[in-house]
T-cell receptor, first 114, second 114 residues
């Protein structure tokens, strides 16, 4: 059974710092991995999608990597800003399931202090 | 494009009442799904649909019904609300059930059952 774990659960950094959020999954049979951002009381905003055949994707100050063989992904945020404060969720689309569902980690809650 | 829209944003029900959560997308996506998000449980798949007229159960389908009469709409019905159904409900869509398609989420419906 696919399981997704995110470490750390919470992170507090000063503004301007570069940071890395970690995501691990137990089964390498995935279609893709998606990183989301969720602000308190809001929905999920898709940040980056990495296909199973890709190694990384970049969008602005965000860079996500994928190592399928080791079951790991990282989300790198450069020059963090207070506006980056949110919960970040990673999710894999399980290749062994025919439901199409995403399997989510519990999230990392990020606070960027001015 | 409006993306994925959900109504209502908030709802309070009494035990035993029924209601329908609305979800619509304007991206011509074949695959639509419903998740519930609960503290400590993450997001769990309730029902999904791979096209108009086709629906199937996810992980936690009991107490919920769905139908898909058009490509755009995928309503979720609570037949007889229970306090255990207090949760945040998210609708999501993507081009297909499988493959590396990005999933897009709606803003959510926050439901309280008294």
């Amino acid at each position: 059974k696919q399981e997704v774990t995110q470490i750390p659960a919470a992170l507090s950094v000063p503004e301007g710092e570069n940071l890395v959020l970690n995501c691990s999954f137990t089964d390498s049979a995935i279609y893709n991995l998606q990183w989301f951002r969720q602000d308190p009381g809001k929905g999920l905003t898709s940040l980056l999608l990495i296909q199973s055949s890709q190694r990384e994707q970049t969008s602005g100050r965000l860079n996500a990597s994928l190592d399928k063989s080791s079951g790991r992904s990282t989300l790198y945020i450069a020059a963090s800003q207070p506006g980056d404060s949110a919960t970040y969720l990673c999710a894999v689309r399980d290749g062994s399931s025919n439901t199409g569902k995403l399997i989510f980690g519990q999230g990392t809650t990020l606070q960027v202090k001015p | 494009n409006a993306g994925v829209t959900q109504t209502p944003k908030f709802q309070v029900l009494k035990t035993g009442q029924s209601m329908t959560l609305q979800c619509a997308q304007d991206m011509n996506h074949e695959y639509m799904s419903w998740y519930r998000q609960d503290p400590g449980m993450g997001l769990r798949l309730i029902h999904y649909s791979v096209g108009a007229g086709i629906t199937d159960q996810g992980e936690v389908p009991n107490g919920y019904n769905v139908s898909r009469s058009t490509t755009e709409d995928f309503p979720l019905r609570l037949l007889s609300a229970a306090p255990s159904q207090t949760s945040v409900y998210f609708c999501a869509s993507s081009y297909s059930r499988q493959g590396g398609n990005e999933q897009f989420f709606g803003p959510g419906t926050r439901l309280t059952v008294l």
